[in-house]
């Protein structure tokens, strides 16, 4: 029988330790690779991502838009990257193709559509090598064509869609766009989808829309971009459209901070927000239109949002209530302290096309006891023939017995915004961070040519008629003690 020399003995671990630890890195490399390889399969959206992606399931037209780095164009590629693939996640609730679509994706020039959703999606513009490490899986490529004119751009993309489970599989194709092409190059076919990164000028948007019009799902796009140009057409199309625009249901708005962005920490948040000049922090920060003198309320958000606290039982709280139907019905909820005459806007609840059944089961559990005041035309009848005011009584809320009014009786609205904005501007208005809906009111609510426009303004104007009634507001009471004085006129 034959053994094993001492030496030999003694190299067997050794090289067995070896080969173990070749093998750890090759599995650990080939992971890697997968990894880089299949991007899409590791996607994991934020809150405000996932809410842009689940209001394609029932908008035609969507509109993210977020402040500079904060995640909307990586939410624009992942989605363009699960349609173009047919890999629609577990926990997809957005809209689908049943079969493989021809999608569009453009910015603002041939580099920047390069450099920003080519990049996206496909991998680094200027390491070929690398294609394939984008929002579009490697395996999924299956044929390029180069533009001409820009390094490294490409004009169109074709991909492996479906394959798996009852799907089979086909080709879907990505063709890359550029806005200083001029609207003529963005005419032609019927496309399923376009994507604008970065705002188009409102032509070529008009352009594009209309290639979906027989889409497979009818006018389908997403547009990602930092508002920098401030209240342009096509934002003021999303989120002040004229009162008589028919396509407002049909769009959506998600709009991102900073503070939504969750691959920041506080300190990061800070330093990047200071690192802007002051003119642009809104816009490039919180993704806020820049308005310029326009603002309303020209103040710095982090100036009035607080965190939320319990209300104190001796603070009075007052209820304001908007009354709407095409425009939403909304309703806020006031706090008062007193003793520092601070005004706090503690709760919103906004909801258009529905009763006042509806409206006021949603703000009851805000207090039984808490008065509500109310607008003018809550006298007006309704078809029903009783007015607004009477029959959100009949449903169990306080509604003061008359319309709000300032003390002696009128009920200007400049004096109203003005009361608002010096509060705020004196440290006396702040709003809690969970109302959201105030706040992205806020952010919009300007003036032009001088005058007030009245577009997505309800939770403002909720709130002050119930700052007007103020003197009104009650501590939380036993039901049967709640009463109303009314004012005394001269």
Not at 91 to 109: E, H, K
Not at 199 to 214: A, F, H, K, M, Q
Not at 306 to 319: E, N, R, T
Request: net charge neutral; aromatic share 10%.
């Amino acid at each position: 029988m034959s053994s094993l020399s001492p030496a030999s003995a003694a190299s067997t671990p050794s090289s067995s330790l070896s080969s173990l630890l070749k093998q750890k890195m090759e599995i650990a490399k080939e992971i890697q690779r997968r990894q880089r390889t299949n991007k899409l399969r590791f996607y994991s959206p934020y809150a405000k991502q996932r809410d842009f992606h689940r209001a394609g399931l029932t908008h035609s037209e969507r509109l993210f838009m977020a402040g500079n780095q904060l995640g909307k164009t990586v939410a624009g590629g992942a989605e363009w990257a699960i349609h173009l693939t047919g890999r629609y996640p577990d926990w997809w609730d957005g809209a689908t193709f049943n079969t493989a679509p021809l999608l569009w994706a453009g910015s603002v020039t041939g580099e920047s559509t390069r450099d920003n959703p080519q990049r996206i999606l496909i991998g680094p513009p200027a390491i070929e090598d690398d294609w394939g490490t984008g929002f579009i899986p490697a395996d999924c490529i299956r044929d390029r064509t180069r533009a001409m004119g820009v390094p490294n751009l490409l004009d169109s993309v074709v991909v492996r869609w479906g394959g798996g489970g009852d799907i089979q599989a086909s080709e879907s194709v990505i063709a890359f766009k550029a806005y200083e092409k001029g609207r003529e190059k963005w005419q032609g076919p019927t496309v399923d989808g376009v994507w604008y990164d970065e705002e188009p000028p409102v032509d070529i948007y008009s352009e594009g829309l209309t290639r979906t019009n027989n889409g497979q799902r009818g006018q389908f796009t997403q547009m990602t971009f930092t508002p920098l140009l401030g209240m342009s057409t096509v934002v003021s199309r999303f989120v002040m459209p004229a009162s008589d625009d028919i396509g407002d249901e049909a769009r959506h708005v998600t709009s991102m901070t900073i503070d939504d962005a969750e691959h920041y920490s506080p300190e990061q948040r800070a330093k990047i927000i200071a690192s802007y000049p002051a003119h642009e922090r809104e816009a490039r920060a919180k993704g806020i239109p820049t308005l310029g003198s326009g603002l309303i309320f020209p103040v710095l958000e982090e100036d009035i949002v607080v965190v939320p606290f319990k209300i104190p039982d001796i603070w009075k709280q007052i209820g304001g209530l908007d009354f709407g139907w095409d425009h939403p019905t909304a309703a806020v909820c006031l706090a008062y302290d007193a003793d520092s005459d601070i005004v706090y806007v503690t709760k919103n609840y906004r909801k258009r096309q529905a009763t006042p059944v509806i409206h006021a089961a949603a703000v009851k559990p805000w207090g039984s006891w808490l008065p509500w005041a109310w607008p003018h035309d809550g006298n007006n009848d309704t078809a029903a023939g009783e007015n607004l005011a009477s029959q959100y009584k009949a449903q169990g809320l306080h509604m003061l017995p008359e319309r709000a009014t300032f003390e002696d009786g009128s009920n200007s609205v400049e004096a109203g915004l003005m009361d608002m904005l010096d509060r705020m501007q004196t440290g006396r208005f702040k709003v809690f961070s969970t109302c959201v809906e105030w706040l992205e009111e806020r952010r919009l609510y300007h003036r032009k040519d001088g005058k007030v426009v009245k577009e997505r303004d309800d939770v403002i104007s909720a709130s002050r008629y119930a700052l007007m009634m103020l003197r009104f507001a009650k501590m939380d009471t036993p039901a049967g003690q709640w009463k109303f004085t009314p004012r005394k006129v001269v």
